[in-house]
């Protein structure tokens, strides 16, 4: 006799079904003349713009509606009073088909407001929770925060008019978590995959209608990131590479620009981050079901389908209610669609990628802050002569040379090249030397240039060596891979 096997498996109940559903713009009911609607509600990464087309034959609707108007839409089983989606008016249009006149309305959810406010705000070891509430109470005091789980996270980061939608993206990226933006505009956050929710489900017997492309996809993995900000006018570069990762998938980069990174801590901070986020693919894909209540952006749901064998949790990141046909597409992980929003902070890491970095270096060794030359890098003790007076590393006194001897910079990766980089005033006769075994085995190096590293090492220093009493230098960085 065959030994049994048993598998741990879920049985969903379907729910009963007597659908009731409304919608209003400016308190005007519409839900008569909707010829198509699509109602959008997820994490604050994905796209959530609302679509609408009115039969307007009757003109019921001309001049009726203006931009900035609020949208509702109310669906459940039983009287149709909850709230499924909330936000305003961003275009109206109309059109004539074989139809008639048709009213075409496209709205957006509130997240969009986040789009609309920039932060310039420096944190300084602040908890990712804490920074959180205090940018919704600061820049958009109109929402709240009170469903923000605690994460006492410590991190720096610095934004300099940034949307807010991208600060909390950051920190997203940072603590590992998802947040969502709900119809009172409250501010929800919590850990990545946390949120598991056995109450709605998508089930071949009840609810879905159609399965497509759900599974794991490598297209979206990277496994090599580097982090582009800048500091005195020269960059700042960090990269989090994953061996791993890069002997299953192969190597698969990704570039990001921030000005907002300052310093080489903040650049590691943020390529780590997003290094554990993506060296892995996530199970993806979307589903069309009937409608669903109870589903909230970041749940973990089970998906159910014996032709297509599935029987597993799926994390949701967007889902859109379609009426009048009373369906819904539900999206799970990451969709390969890139909004443009997105498109345009890509286009803009890739046109800044060579300008700042043309020969491919992988980190830095910056010495600019907001105020000039960072004196926190030098050795004092090592250095003569040399001081920075009003933000300007300069000769102090009359000597015929001074040296100006940096402390030491441990780095995560075997020197092999650099690339020294200035900014200044009279830098003739100005001589530079690195060494990376942190002893004093001087070599110079040629402003600008690449520089194969003789005695290599993981302990990097710069020494920039003075003899005219004009020189003023205000940022220097050296890059290094």
């Given at each position: 006799?065959?030994?049994?096997?048993?598998?741990?498996?879920?049985?969903?109940?379907?729910?009963?079904?007597?659908?009731?559903?409304s919608?209003?713009?400016?308190?005007?009911?519409?839900?008569?003349f909707?010829?198509?609607g699509?109602?959008?509600?997820?994490?604050?990464?994905?796209?959530?713009?609302?679509?609408?087309?009115?039969?307007?034959?009757?003109?019921?609707f001309t001049?009726?509606?203006?931009?900035?108007?609020?949208?509702i839409f109310?669906?459940?089983?039983t009287?149709?009073?909850?709230?499924?989606?909330k936000?305003?008016?961003?275009?109206?249009?109309?059109r004539?088909?074989a139809?008639?006149?048709i009213?075409?309305?496209?709205?957006?959810h509130?997240?969009?407001?986040?789009?609309?406010?920039?932060?310039?705000?420096?944190?300084?070891?602040?908890?990712?929770?804490e920074?959180?509430?205090?940018?919704?109470?600061?820049?958009?005091?109109?929402?709240?925060?009170?469903?923000?789980?605690?994460?006492?996270?410590?991190?720096?980061?610095?934004?300099?008019n940034?949307?807010?939608?991208?600060?909390?993206?950051?920190l997203?990226?940072?603590?590992?978590?998802?947040?969502?933006?709900?119809?009172?505009?409250?501010l929800?956050?919590?850990?990545?995959?946390?949120?598991?929710?056995?109450?709605?489900?998508?089930?071949?017997?009840?609810?879905?209608?159609n399965?497509?492309?759900?599974g794991?996809?490598?297209?979206?993995?990277?496994?090599?990131i580097?982090?582009?900000?800048?500091?005195?006018?020269?960059p700042v570069?960090?990269?989090s590479?994953?061996?791993?990762?890069?002997g299953?998938?192969?190597?698969?980069?990704?570039?990001?620009?921030?000005?907002?990174?300052?310093?080489?801590?903040?650049?590691?901070?943020?390529?780590d981050?997003?290094?554990?986020?993506?060296?892995?693919?996530?199970?993806?894909?979307?589903?069309?079901?009937?409608?669903?209540?109870?589903?909230?952006?970041?749940?973990k749901?089970?998906?159910?389908?014996?032709?297509?064998?599935?029987?597993?949790?799926?994390?949701?990141t967007?889902?859109?209610?379609?009426?009048p046909?009373?369906t819904?597409?539900?999206?799970?992980?990451?969709?390969?669609?890139?909004p443009k929003?997105f498109?345009?902070?890509?286009?803009?890491?890739?046109?800044?990628?060579?300008?700042?970095?043309?020969?491919?270096?992988?980190?830095?060794?910056n010495?600019?802050?907001e105020?000039?030359?960072?004196?926190?890098?030098?050795?004092?003790?090592?250095?003569?002569?040399?001081e920075?007076?009003?933000?300007?590393?300069?000769i102090?006194?009359?000597?015929?040379?001074?040296?100006m001897i940096?402390?030491?910079?441990?780095?995560?990766?075997?020197?092999?090249?650099?690339?020294?980089?200035?900014?200044?005033?009279?830098l003739?006769?100005?001589t530079?030397?690195?060494?990376?075994?942190?002893t004093?085995?001087?070599?110079?190096?040629?402003?600008?240039?690449?520089?194969?590293?003789?005695?290599?090492?993981?302990?990097?220093?710069?020494?920039?060596r003075l003899?005219?009493?004009?020189t003023?230098?205000?940022?220097?960085?050296?890059?290094y891979?």
């Amino acid at each position: 006799m065959s030994p049994r096997i048993r598998r741990r498996g879920y049985i969903p109940i379907p729910p009963d079904r007597k659908t009731k559903w409304s919608c209003t713009i400016a308190g005007t009911t519409i839900t008569n003349f909707i010829l198509d609607g699509k109602f959008p509600w997820g994490l604050i990464t994905e796209e959530l713009v609302c679509e609408i087309e009115l039969d307007n034959s009757g003109e019921d609707f001309t001049g009726v509606f203006s931009q900035g108007d609020e949208i509702i839409f109310l669906m459940d089983f039983t009287d149709g009073t909850t709230v499924q989606f909330k936000g305003e008016i961003e275009e109206i249009k109309s059109r004539v088909n074989a139809n008639g006149f048709i009213l075409g309305i496209k709205g957006a959810h509130w997240t969009a407001k986040l789009l609309d406010v920039m932060v310039t705000e420096e944190f300084t070891s602040a908890q990712i929770s804490e920074i959180r509430n205090t940018l919704i109470s600061t820049y958009i005091p109109s929402f709240s925060s009170t469903n923000v789980e605690e994460n006492i996270t410590t991190i720096n980061i610095k934004f300099v008019n940034k949307p807010l939608f991208d600060c909390l993206i950051d920190l997203d990226v940072q603590g590992d978590e998802d947040s969502y933006i709900d119809h009172d505009k409250d501010l929800h956050s919590f850990k990545k995959n946390s949120k598991e929710n056995l109450i709605p489900h998508v089930t071949q017997d009840d609810s879905l209608l159609n399965l497509r492309g759900l599974g794991t996809d490598s297209a979206d993995v990277r496994n090599k990131i580097t982090v582009y900000g800048i500091a005195g006018g020269l960059p700042v570069i960090a990269t989090s590479e994953d061996s791993s990762s890069q002997g299953s998938f192969g190597t698969k980069e990704r570039i990001i620009t921030d000005n907002a990174i300052v310093d080489e801590t903040q650049a590691t901070e943020l390529s780590d981050a997003e290094n554990v986020r993506l060296k892995q693919p996530e199970s993806q894909g979307s589903a069309d079901t009937l409608f669903m209540l109870e589903l909230k952006p970041g749940d973990k749901i089970y998906v159910i389908s014996n032709p297509h064998k599935v029987h597993d949790l799926f994390r949701v990141t967007k889902f859109v209610f379609r009426v009048p046909e009373e369906t819904m597409e539900i999206f799970f992980s990451n969709e390969r669609s890139v909004p443009k929003l997105f498109k345009d902070r890509i286009l803009k890491e890739i046109g800044q990628e060579d300008i700042i970095n043309k020969n491919k270096m992988s980190n830095s060794f910056n010495f600019g802050s907001e105020t000039g030359f960072n004196e926190n890098k030098i050795d004092g003790s090592a250095s003569n002569d040399a001081e920075v007076v009003e933000g300007k590393l300069k000769i102090v006194g009359a000597p015929e040379s001074a040296n100006m001897i940096s402390i030491t910079k441990e780095t995560s990766i075997t020197v092999n090249q650099v690339e020294v980089r200035v900014i200044g005033e009279n830098l003739n006769g100005v001589t530079y030397f690195i060494n990376a075994d942190g002893t004093n085995n001087w070599e110079q190096v040629t402003l600008n240039t690449v520089a194969d590293v003789t005695i290599k090492g993981t302990d990097l220093r710069l020494r920039i060596r003075l003899t005219d009493t004009t020189t003023r230098i205000s940022s220097a960085c050296i890059l290094y891979k």
